[in-house]
């Protein structure tokens, strides 16, 4: 079946760059997405992006799309304490509607 | 606009019984899906509605059943709960797009954190 997957953690420091990696192994695939999830919280769409797109900007987010390698990148400029969270990348499956497969999460903190 | 709300917010229910839990899409929303997330299996998706109807559906057993009303809220129930059902329930929704009925973005509740013990 389609699967996403994605490293587990990553520890960063305040004001740095912080990049989340995810490959994805649905060929058809036409929309990934971020989100984020807080302790105790549901799920923060961040930004998503366009099979057909290598780049997406919006502020500190940029996603990049490797078509061709199934890699999917989220960086976020000048990392804050308040970005510490687990991040989700997700695949909208094409096989079937409105159904996102998701990885298992990138638990991200940010240290002073 | 309100967000995707959810109801309850907590439950604690016992091996055996059942559980209905409650969501409420956007405003203007037409699309309910359902995703179970646990420590072991991560987002699973269990089902989607679109008006009234289901479209999709994961791989759980028939215990795990849904519907949707005409106002688009939907409700999801489990019945003959095991301890492994404990999860945090996910609704998400998304409203039609301008050239089919899909939108390409899902807002997700806080959820219903359900234990069973």
């Known amino acids: 079946g389609e699967d996403v997957e994605q490293s587990l953690f990553l520890s960063v420091r305040e004001g740095d760059s912080s990049v989340i990696n995810c490959t994805y192994t649905?060929?058809?695939?036409?929309?990934l997405y971020w989100y984020k999830q807080e302790p105790g919280a549901g799920l923060q769409l961040l930004t998503y992006?366009?099979?057909?797109?290598d780049m997406k900007q919006d502020q500190r987010l940029t996603v990049l799309l490797n078509k061709k390698d199934k890699h999917l990148s989220l960086r976020i400029a000048d990392t804050q304490t308040g970005d510490s969270a687990i991040y989700f990348c997700?695949?909208?499956?094409?096989?079937?509607?409105?159904?996102?497969?998701f990885g298992a999460g990138t638990r991200l903190a940010v240290h002073p | 606009k309100a967000g995707v709300t959810q109801t309850p917010r907590y439950l604690i229910k016992t091996r055996g019984q059942q559980v209905t839990l409650s969501c409420s899409p956007i405003?203007?929303?037409?699309?309910v899906s359902w995703y179970q997330q646990t420590p072991g299996q991560g987002l699973q998706f269990l089902f989607e509605?679109?008006?009234?109807?289901?479209?999709n559906k994961g791989n759980f057993p028939g215990r795990f059943s849904g519907r949707q009303f005409s106002n688009s809220r939907s409700e999801m129930n489990v019945s003959t709960l095991e301890l492994g059902d404990s999860a945090l329930y996910l609704c998400?929704?998304?409203?039609?797009?301008?050239?089919?009925?899909?939108?390409?973005?899902?807002?997700f509740g806080p959820g219903t954190r359900l234990t069973v013990t």
């Open positions: 998400a929704s998304s409203q039609p797009s301008a050239t089919g009925p899909d939108s390409y973005e899902q807002y």
């Open positions: 649905d060929s058809s695939s036409t929309y």
């Open positions: 992006i366009f099979s057909n797109m």
């Open positions: 997700a695949d909208l499956f094409s096989g079937g509607y409105n159904k996102l497969i």
């Open positions: 405003s203007g929303h037409r699309s």
């Open positions: 509605y679109f008006s009234e109807t289901q479209r």
